[in-house]
């Protein structure tokens, strides 16, 4: 077995193009203290913490180090995994194919509407489930989203807010699979927010072309073979905990670091069980085991997630943390809130937005777009 590559998380790379420095954190870098001596020796700005190497030079300058000290294979990771995350970071991610249509997210963000087909969802429990469990509200809401500009439809069965209980598999695809039928029928492309591999199975025999977990495979050890089988796209979103555990009391050293750690992590597990990155969207999992500091380091950093070379996904609308934040309790009324977070995400290169409001959020990404790469063409 080879060696395994370095994880490259870059921080700055504006003058790479101009022949100047990449700013990169460097997670496993062969014999990394011997490379940051080199470093030192050359006057470069080089530290270890860790075992992160804070790396501040020329991508030819840091493989030159590297090569001092490191094995010829060791060197050659080494350089296409920077060279691989410098172009993901200059450049803009690709388009996420679907079995139903291609969402654009290499030219614009888009826009996935939330509907969650459940009585205790934190932002609106209730409003698309009545007592007779008819599906027809919640269609009609993802209806009225994709009138309002939504790219997609996010169909939940199973409330993931803080201390939620869990939802037998059988009444979660009760609830999700009419609406995902129907929707499906309608030519939208659907996405099924589920942990359990038998309602992300069921739900995309009915129409769904997306799984969208919130758990990173960690609550259903069937979940990742099975959406290896089926072949869909997958959003790997990190959690700390479980949705009852998640914010008992959340800890990291360095938020952003070890959520970059764990999502690269995962694609490289998901690519061994045959999921190829093409098919995999990130999302850093805002508000899940994450304490209001980590939620705003992670959106104020999030630029460097683009790194991984995948589609960010961010989800901050309507969450706890906006509300204590701004003094509102109620979620349906952090509008607010939730586009100023959608709005800095997107300047910072996140491409997929999950919203409860959705024609004010295509609006307020739109223009955060525009304003951090120039107005559509």
């Known amino acids: 077995m080879g060696a395994v590559a370095p994880i490259i998380r870059v921080r700055d790379a504006n003058l790479v193009d101009a022949g100047g420095a990449v700013h990169a954190v460097v997670t496993g870098l062969p014999r990394a203290a011997d490379v940051v001596a080199a470093l030192d020796a050359r006057g470069v700005v080089a530290s270890l913490d860790g ?194 555990t998640m914010q008992d009391a959340p800890h990291y050293d360095d938020v952003v670091a070890e959520v970059f750690e764990s999502l690269t992590q995962g694609l490289r597990s998901l690519g061994e069980l045959g999921v190829p990155p093409e098919r995999i969207v990130v999302d850093p999992g805002i508000g899940f085991g994450k304490t209001i500091e980590h939620n705003l380091a992670l959106l104020r950093q999030i630029r460097e997630l683009t790194s991984l070379g995948r589609p960010v996904m961010i989800g901050t609308s309507r969450k706890g943390f906006i509300g204590r934040l701004t003094g509102v309790d109620d979620p349906l009324d952090r509008l607010a809130g939730s586009l100023a977070t959608a709005s800095v995400a997107v300047a910072g290169g996140a491409r997929l937005v999950r919203a409860h409001d959705v024609a004010d959020t295509v609006r307020a990404v739109t223009l955060a777009h525009a304003v951090a790469v120039g107005p559509p063409a």
């Open 51 to 244: 075992g992160r190497a804070d790396l501040i030079a020329s991508p030819q300058t840091l493989t030159a180090a590297v090569a001092e000290v490191a094995d010829q294979a060791a060197v050659a990771g080494f350089e296409t995994v920077l060279r691989d995350a410098i172009a993901a970071w200059s450049g803009a991610p690709p388009d996420l194919h679907t079995a139903a249509g291609s969402l654009p997210t290499a030219s614009r963000p888009v826009v996935m509407g939330v509907v969650n087909v459940t009585p205790d969802s934190f932002s609106d429990g209730g409003h698309h489930l009545d007592g007779s469990g008819d599906p027809a509200l919640a269609i009609a809401a993802a209806r009225a989203m994709l009138d309002e500009g939504a790219d997609l439809i996010d169909v939940g069965g199973e409330s993931t807010r803080p201390g939620a209980d869990p939802v037998p598999a059988a009444e979660e695809l009760r609830r999700v699979l009419p609406v995902v039928s129907a929707l499906a029928a309608d030519g939208a492309i659907v996405a099924i927010d589920t942990i359990k591999a038998e309602v992300a199975r069921a739900a995309v025999e009915a129409g769904a072309v997306i799984v969208n977990d919130v758990s990173a495979g960690s609550l259903d050890p069937k979940l990742w073979p099975t959406v290896a089988e089926l072949g869909v796209p997958y959003v790997l979103t990190h959690i700390q905990g479980t949705p009852q």
